[in-house]
Every structure is written in structure tokens, then in C-alpha cells.
């Protein structure tokens, strides 16, 4: 099916299915023939389609205690790491998000980054709609090392030649 994935309930994990692709819906079914799920056919770059009620109760229970932690600590960063958490975890399966929240905040708490560079990052990810682990990561990083921050042109006269030159301030 185009390498896309589709889930079932977590019983039927890792036995064998029937699978009817239709136009626009996609119907699994157990061996036996009993109707277990439909799913709206992925047409578009995602990879997968899983019904949060696929998942085992303890899990969902987990999860959505994780999912209220990881709001709690995105909050704690800023205000720009919390609405770019937020808008991850606003998608129809918030679960798909939750790794890569972590990942984002744990850059913070394994103190790769401080919570300055971090905001920085999520800014541009939310202006830039970058919602990846990769692009947050090397934005924090690259605001880590100096880049992204405001530089004042400042115009100085050469006294000896008569002319105008540039020397860069870095505002602090």
C-alpha cells in the first residue's frame, strides 16, 4: 500500500490481516473475516494512520500523562517552546508527536542547550513551520554558537582617508 501503515488493535498486532483498498478508504479485516477497522486512505506525505483507541488502555493512560508533563515543561522554557509543543501535540494523534516533544525539551534538561537558545529555535521553527527534532536542534545549536543574534552596523569616519567604515557591534 505505497509504504504507508495503518493500524489495528493492539490484540491483533503481528497476526495475519486481510487489507481492501478502496479509492479512498482503506478496510482491515481478521482472518476470519470480521470487519476490525477502516482508515481513510493516506494520500498525502504521512507515513501512517493509527486510531488512538488501537492502543492498550495502560498506554493511552501513560501517554496522556506524558503529553501533560511535556506541556508542563515547554511551558517552563518560554513562551515560544510552549505554542511550538502546543501546536505539535494539536494534530488529530497527538501520541505521534510525543517522542520528538521530548526529544526538543530534552535538549534543555542534557543542558546541549540553555532555554534562551531554545526559544530561539522554536521561534523559527513556528515562522518557518519546521516542525522536526533536526531543524530545532540545529537551530538551538547554531543560536548556541553566536549565530542569529542582532549586529549593529555602526558607521565610523577614517580619519586619514576621508571616507565612512563599517565596523560590526554585537548588542548583548
Known amino acids: 500500500?505505497?509504504?504507508?501503515?495503518?493500524?489495528v488493535q493492539h490484540?491483533?498486532?503481528?497476526?495475519?490481516?486481510?487489507v481492501r483498498v478502496k479509492n479512498n478508504t482503506v478496510e482491515i479485516f481478521?482472518?476470519?473475516?470480521?470487519?476490525l477497522c477502516m482508515h481513510?486512505?493516506?494520500?498525502s506525505n504521512e507515513r501512517a494512520s493509527t486510531i488512538e483507541a488501537h492502543y492498550p488502555e495502560e498506554k493511552l493512560a501513560a501517554s496522556r500523562f506524558e503529553i501533560k508533563h511535556a506541556l508542563r515543561q515547554a511551558s517552563l522554557v518560554?513562551?515560544?517552546t510552549d505554542e511550538f509543543i502546543k501546536k505539535l501535540f494539536s494534530d488529530q494523534y497527538p501520541l505521534k508527536f510525543l517522542r520528538r516533544a521530548q526529544g526538543?525539551?530534552?535538549?534543555?534538561?542534557?543542558?546541549?542547550?540553555?532555554?534562551?537558545n531554545l526559544e530561539y529555535a522554536c521561534g523559527q521553527g513556528l515562522l518557518f513551520n519546521r516542525m522536526h527534532f533536526g531543524y530545532i536542534k540545529s537551530a538551538a545549536l547554531f543560536h548556541k554558537?553566536?549565530?542569529?543574534?542582532l549586529t549593529v552596523v555602526a558607521p565610523?569616519?577614517?580619519?586619514?582617508?576621508?571616507?565612512?567604515?563599517?565596523?560590526?557591534?554585537t548588542i548583548k
Open 1 to 7: 500500500m505505497e509504504n504507508k501503515f495503518y493500524s
Open 11 to 18: 490484540q491483533y498486532v503481528g497476526l495475519t490481516v486481510k
Open 30 to 35: 481478521s482472518i476470519d473475516g470480521e470487519a
Open 40 to 43: 481513510v486512505k493516506i494520500k
Open 78 to 80: 518560554g513562551v515560544k
Open 104 to 116: 526538543i525539551l530534552r535538549l534543555v534538561q542534557s543542558e546541549q542547550v540553555d532555554r534562551l
Open 145 to 149: 554558537s553566536g549565530g542569529g543574534k
Open 156 to 169: 565610523k569616519r577614517d580619519l586619514n582617508h576621508g571616507y565612512l567604515r563599517n565596523e560590526p557591534t
